[in-house]
């Protein structure tokens, strides 16, 4: 049996494949996304689905069209998760693709808030360890990256880095002991090492770059296939980016399952208190995986969630709005009083989180003196992301300018 997982990022995945491998279960990324992608997706969506659903979907058949691959081997990776969207509806959607079109072998891995990994049995516990420290770990790569990359001056050096880095992460992830203390010994080792090749990189940061976050729906924001790799550009007109990390979703998860648990009256169930020690020792393993950085990201410091649905109460009160919307919103102000220069939100086209976030950024920039936000929307047509960025970059420039005097 084969488990495939949706490359939502490239590194993370990885990691994330190396999760399921650290306990004995054989996994892979599907292959990068590309016009077949696109061409399968359609074919076998009926187009009112969201984009991520169309490239997920268009991804999975590639892996079953491929003749190498036996389908009663292959189960697909498709989480569930509750919301105001349609997210929920992509695993039973998926079924009944595959049952419709002759596949009804192929089973589908889909983890939920309810039973978390239960599929997996008694390797449930130690997979999620595991692809916790990977999270968070693909996260803190993604950040040597992104602050160091603007300022390399071999162009091409720092993704190298980055590259090997992730690929010896996730060699000694696979490889690493289970025991939980040995196994984030091991990984903390790992990561130290991936720093120092990161400090490494000559870099030139004689000049400031505005700094320009990135919030948004997390597939596509994270997928630089959807989103035309916007980062890159970004990078490429002169920014440095800041993007909100794929751990902001799973604290965002864990508060609200206990805000739930809570309403319900269930603060002294035993599910519960099984949420409140999950959380305990997520945060624990990752003060434990960021101590060696603690320097290095003293700058770049990512908001806790309570500053982030804080700071989203005047705007879309958490406990009336849920989901990404109340993230992004949010996430805007705290990245704001840590200095930010301007605001992407990415995200799929006709996605209902982006249209609520893009209705209410005017009132948060005016409230942030006139600090730009701009939403950008992708569905596997071409954006003129050069006339979009180049523009929206002038803007964030002359806000850096104003602020720093
Ligand atoms: S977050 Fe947006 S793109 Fe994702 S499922 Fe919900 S509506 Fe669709």
Known sequence: MKIVIPRMADGSVRLLVASFRAIGIEAEPTPPSDSRTLELG?????????FPAKVTIGDFMKVLEEPKNDP?????????????????????????ILDKHGYRQVRILSPNCDDGYADLGHLARPFMRTAWRAAVAGDILTKLLLMTRPYETTRGSTDEVYRQSVAKLAAVMEAAP??????????????RACRNRFQNIAMDRRERKPLIGIVGEIFCRMNPFSNQDTIRKLEEYGAEVWPAGFGEWVWYANTEELRLLKLRGQQWSLRFWTARLRCYIQRRDENSLL???????RCRPDPHIEEILDAAQPYLPPDGAIGEMVLNVGTVPCLARRGI???IDIGPFTCMNSIVCEAIYPRISRDLGG????????DGMPVDLDMELGIFMEIARAYKRRESR
């Open 42 to 50: 359609a074919r076998y969506t009926s187009g009112d689905e969201c």
């Open 72 to 96: 009663a081997e292959i189960m697909l990776l498709m989480p569930l998760a509750d919301g105001p969207c349609r997210y929920g509806q992509y695993a039973p959607y998926l079924r009944s």
């Open 178 to 191: 289970l025991r939980p203390r040995d196994q984030l010994r091991t990984i903390c080792k790992e990561l």
């Open 291 to 297: 101590e060696p950085f603690l320097e290095d990201f």
């Open 341 to 343: 220069d301007g605001i």
């Open 371 to 378: 600090l730009p936000v701009r939403s950008l929307y992708f």
